[in-house]
């Protein structure tokens, strides 16, 4: 099956320590992203990716950071400089522009509480 | 600065009726809407989208409206079934940009009641 695999599901830290969010898909997808939600909130774009070796900060990257060596793969570390870290991360992939719309696909997301 | 407003928090509806979403913008490079179903504890999953070049497409029970002068995008869901009920989010991509760099509403909780 085709989609974006998001892990863990539940990830409790102490506050201070940074964590990495796992984020996969084979759905071939050029570009991959990290939106952050919180309650009662839309999402907001942390960090997006294009194409691989290159990514650029979204609106709310500070405290965060993100790599992306393969095609496949977009993991997000939440840093002990993020002020607010708690909050439920979602993963996404999509086509770059190109002659026919198309939307973005997200994962199941994963749930970080800071403790 | 809000881009992307969805200025109902909630709306309940009856089953068999239809259901209406709202959504206005503000960013002229906007040119690709979309709206998004989502559960508490899941992601969203698309539902419908729009081109900025029609007014209007449609997809079974599901019809989004763009009206693009008055930056004002509707959702409409005919009949609305207890199984819609979850919140929705508008979404905006700019002119030049890839689908997935979105700019989101702050979602509209949407019950159906049976």
């Known amino acids: 099956d085709g989609g974006i695999t998001q892990s863990p599901k539940y990830l409790f830290r102490k506050e201070g320590q940074n964590v990495t969010l796992s984020c996969e898909q084979n759905?071939?997808?050029?570009?991959m992203y990290w939106y952050r939600q919180d309650p009662g909130q839309g999402l907001r774009l942390i960090y997006y990716?294009?194409?691989?070796?290159?990514?650029q900060k979204g609106d709310i990257a500070e405290g965060y950071s993100v790599s992306r060596e393969k095609k496949e793969s977009f993991p997000l570390t939440v840093t002990s400089a993020q002020k607010n870290p708690t909050a439920f991360y979602l993963c996404?992939?999509?086509?770059?522009?190109?002659?026919?719309?198309?939307?973005?696909?997200f994962g199941q997301g994963t749930r970080l509480t800071v403790v | 600065d809000q881009q992307v407003k969805q200025n109902s928090p909630s709306l309940s509806v009856q089953e068999g009726r239809i259901s209406i979403l709202n959504c206005d913008y503000t960013?002229?490079?906007?040119?690709?809407f979309l709206w998004y179903k989502k559960y508490p504890a899941e992601g969203p999953t698309f539902l419908i989208s729009?081109?900025?070049?029609?007014d209007k497409n449609e997809d079974g029970r599901f019809t989004v409206f763009l009206n693009k002068s008055a930056k004002h995008l509707s959702l409409h869901i005919v009949p609305s079934q207890p199984g819609d009920s979850a919140v929705y989010f508008c979404?905006?991509?700019?002119?030049?940009?890839?689908?997935?760099?979105?700019?989101f509403g702050q979602g509209t909780i949407l019950t159906v009641h049976p």
């Open positions: 996404a992939s999509s086509q770059s522009r190109g002659l026919e719309n198309t939307e973005a696909f």
């Open positions: 759905l071939n997808h050029d570009a």
């Open positions: 990716s294009q194409i691989v070796n290159d990514f």
């Open positions: 960013n002229s490079m906007f040119d690709y």
């Open positions: 729009i081109s900025s070049i029609k």
């Open positions: 979404a905006a991509s700019a002119r030049g940009t890839s689908y997935g760099k979105l700019t």
